[in-house]
T-cell receptor
């Protein structure tokens, strides 16, 4: 599986958009980009995933660059409850079963 | 819908004791994962089952750890004998369709070995 690089921490004002970047320059053609988040004392929560096209669901939007070497998770209107660690993971059907969660980005949403 | 259910939520025991953690995956999911999370090492996959069969247990730290999945709705992770360095939060996750599908996590078991 391709490795990912994320900033260790970010902050965002409540009500503003939170844009979380992820670099995955060694991604293969059949590997998906997944985003999870972990709120303190809870298990990780799946957010969204995509292959090539941008994706949107009720939680967030995922923007993948045309060369697929990086992506951005967008929380359009961040709330205090979005404070969490966000993990970007790249996985493909031919890769190892062991996902690399890494250290993620600690997002703090402040009033 | 019920999510992944883990029990107990908290476990405190003395070193040398046997510890059994339990997991009930989401109904209909055919893949199950056990993870361990510590401050030092982050979130690590211990073992992955598909259709009740262990597929990859290379993350299991040593022979003191064992995991079983006797049926599609139940799995256990056992540590015997337990050691203080096993203290961590243990998560169970399930998915439908294999390791590359989105995983749904339980709330974890916080284990403290004294």
């Amino acid at each position: 599986d391709a490795k990912t690089t994320q900033p260790p921490s970010m902050d965002c004002a409540e009500g503003r958009a939170a844009n979380l970047p992820c670099n995955h320059s060694t991604i293969s053609g059949n590997e998906y980009v997944y985003w999870y988040r972990q709120i303190h004392s809870q298990g990780p929560q799946y957010i969204i995933h995509g292959l090539k096209n941008n994706e949107t669901n009720e939680m967030a939007s995922l923007i993948i660059t045309e060369d697929r070497k990086s992506s951005t998770l967008i929380l359009p209107h961040a709330t205090l409850r979005d404070t969490a660690v966000y993990y970007c993971i790249v996985r493909g059907p031919g890769g190892s079963y062991i996902p690399t969660f890494g250290r993620g980005t600690s997002l703090i949403v402040h009033p | 819908d019920a999510g992944v259910i883990q029990s107990p939520r908290h476990e405190v025991t003395e070193m040398g004791q046997e510890v059994t953690l339990r997991c009930k995956p989401i109904s209909g999911h055919n893949s199950l994962f056990w993870y361990r999370q510590t401050m030092m090492r982050g979130l690590e996959l211990l073992i992955y089952f598909n259709n009740n069969v262990p597929i990859d247990d290379s993350g299991m730290p040593e022979d003191r750890f064992s995991a079983k999945m006797p049926n599609a709705s139940f799995s256990t992770l056992k540590i015997q004998p337990s050691e203080p360095r096993d203290s961590a939060v243990y998560f169970c996750a399930s998915s439908f369709g294999g390791a590359v599908q989105p995983q749904h996590f339980g709330d974890g078991t916080r284990l403290s070995i004294l």
